[in-house]
């Protein structure tokens, strides 16, 4: 089957199997829900054991190139067949930015998001931050500004009923002191945020963040409740080559999904490209749902696409398809 088919015939199906949401559910030995369809003919429908989520990156070309307004994220995702949002704070910029992103800046943010969320009967899952600073910086007052450039973040999440914020640990390339510093500085957030009931996660984003022996490390010496990793499928590029997006020192993915699993709160399905059957050309997704279930995870996963031989919708469609896919191998 061509590709441009099998998204298409997917997206189909996916809006056929909702006609079948009347139908009464029951729960198996494994977690999932089996669907009895009553209509003579339709096969029952094993739902997946998690919840889907979009992540507003998937979505970056439309806002920046084509000039969509990055508040009707939350309509789009609803017609996409999502239930939760996941917000990037850098697509909310100039007007942020260039507000300093003062208190009426950010209320209206939140203010105009809870709008749009409420009309769509959208969950508001997390807000993923960039620009605001390295948590892992070396010099200590530059990390504790940047703990307090993240709290008007952590206030946003809680009025918008997020249960957490994405950061990312970029510093030094030298371990031992990478891990002190991102200790430090996720520890200091996490104290402001916990009075929020916010977590404060950590994704596998490039740099010794993607290292996923020395990222769980820093999970395990930080030890609160509200710290956590938001583990993504395909960002464990540890250095790229001078001048050049080629990586030129790549992590195991699946070694460092399964070390950083222990201490998801999120998790983000990432893909780039399909091949001919719906399958990521780089990412065995059965290989990778199956250890998310290993470890009990039950939450959202949300789709981010980043690829660009298709369109972001038909990238975003075709990464759900293959989620509900991949789910229905898994043990």
């Given amino acids: 089957m061509k590709r441009r088919n099998f998204i298409r015939n997917s997206s189909q199906a996916g809006l056929a199997l909702s006609i079948l949401g009347f139908a009464a559910c029951k729960e198996t030995k494994k977690g999932e829900k089996i669907t009895d369809a009553t209509s003579e003919g339709a096969e029952a429908v094993i739902e997946p054991f998690f919840k889907l989520s979009l992540a507003q990156w998937s979505i970056h070309r439309m806002i920046r190139e084509d000039g969509v307004d990055p508040y009707t994220f939350a309509e789009k995702a609803k017609n996409w067949g999502f239930s939760g949002l996941e917000y990037v704070s850098q697509l909310y910029n100039p007007e942020l930015e260039d507000a300093g992103y003062s208190e009426e800046a950010m209320a209206a943010f939140v203010e105009k998001s809870n709008a749009e969320a409420k009309k769509h009967g959208m969950e508001n899952v997390l807000i993923m931050i960039d620009g605001q600073g390295s948590l892992a910086a070396s010099d200590e007052k530059e990390r504790n500004e940047t703990v307090e450039k993240h709290k008007k973040w952590v206030d946003a999440a ?26 430090d500085g996720l520890t200091k957030l996490c104290a402001y945020a916990k009075g929020k009931n916010i977590n404060i996660l950590v994704e596998n984003h490039g740099g010794l963040s993607s290292n996923g022996a ?20 395909g960002n464990f590029c540890i250095t790229r080559k001078k001048d050049s997006r080629e990586c030129e020192v790549m992590y195991d993915k699946y070694k460092g999904v399964k070390e950083l699993m222990p201490y998801a709160k999120a998790v983000s399905a990432k893909t780039h490209d399909f091949d001919a059957d719906g399958n990521e050309t780089e990412i065995d997704y059965v290989k990778m749902l199956q250890m998310v279930k290993d470890h009990g995870y039950t939450g959202f996963v949300g789709v981010e696409y980043e690829g660009n031989k298709i369109g972001e919708e038909e990238g975003i469609i075709a990464t759900r398809e293959l989620l509900l896919k991949a789910s229905k191998e898994i043990s």
């Fill in 158 to 183: 809680a009025a918008m009923g997020c249960h957490s914020i994405r950061v990312n640990l970029q510093g030094t390339d030298e371990p031992e002191e990478w891990k002190k510093n991102s200790i």
């Fill in 214 to 233: 020395l990222h769980a490390e820093v999970m395990k010496a930080v030890s609160l409740d509200n710290c956590g990793t938001l583990p993504d499928f």
